[in-house]
């Protein structure tokens, strides 16, 4: 899992798997939002998921938020190798939109 | 339909030297702002604009880098004088603004210092 403020974790795995990535954040965030960054790209979002809100799906991804534990994990299904990637979590400590990202989770599927 | 477009892809640059980065951000945002990335420090914000307005400066940034924002079309982020130790990917992204807003993000720059 990945932290606010801490390691980056590294996941390698076979096509076809299931995997989920974890997120722990230390201060309110009105919102989380998980974002993917492809080698020599900038961060594209992937699913943002409300403090009100406890599950988001968006085609093969599924987010969940628990903001009691302060936590949020990142699904994918039936991974592919154009998954490969880095993922990480951000949250918006202020609630202007200013966001903070974790340290990420790299996540390698083998084709 | 143009994203979050960086200049230069890349740059080098001898210690010590000037360097500009530009950014021209998605048309019509209100927020930008300028992140640098190592596998080390990971994503660090570095400068915040809202509406052109410098709405935060980066603490630990500020003594050798400053970003302005002259027209809500165009940002630079200078670094002066440079140092090996600022080589690393330059991101700068762009959002509407305000809470629960995504924010897009430029292919950055990766600068080296040599």
């Known amino acids: 899992s990945q932290w606010g403020e801490e390691n980056l974790q590294a996941l390698s795995i076979q096509e076809g798997e299931d995997v989920t990535m974890n997120c722990s954040y230390k201060t309110y965030t009105t919102v989380v939002q998980w974002y993917r960054q492809k080698s020599g790209k900038g961060p594209a979002q992937l699913i943002l998921?409300?403090?009100?809100?406890r599950e988001k799906r968006s085609g093969r991804l599924r987010a969940t938020l628990d903001t009691s534990s302060q936590s949020s994990s990142l699904s994918i299904t039936g991974t592919l190798a154009t998954d490969t990637a880095v993922y990480f979590c951000?949250?918006?400590?202020?609630?202007?939109?200013?966001?903070?990202f974790g340290d990420g989770t790299v996540l390698t599927v083998k084709p | 339909d143009a994203g979050v477009t960086q200049t230069p892809r890349h740059e080098v640059a001898e210690k010590g030297q000037t360097i500009i980065l530009k950014c021209e951000p998605v048309?019509?945002?209100?927020?930008l702002f300028w992140y640098r990335q190592t596998k080390i420090q990971g994503l660090e914000l570095l400068s915040y604009f809202r509406s052109k307005s410098l709405m935060e400066d980066g603490g630990a940034f500020k003594d050798r880098f400053k970003a302005e924002m002259l027209n809500s079309s165009f940002s630079t982020l200078k670094i002066q004088p440079t140092e090996p130790k600022d080589s690393a990917v330059y991101l700068c992204a762009s959002s509407l603004g305000g809470a629960n807003t995504e924010v897009f993000f430029g292919k950055g720059t990766r600068l080296t210092v040599v």
């Open positions: 951000a949250t918006d400590r202020t609630n202007t939109g200013k966001l903070t």
């Open positions: 998921i409300r403090s009100n809100e």
């Open positions: 048309s019509g945002h209100n927020d």
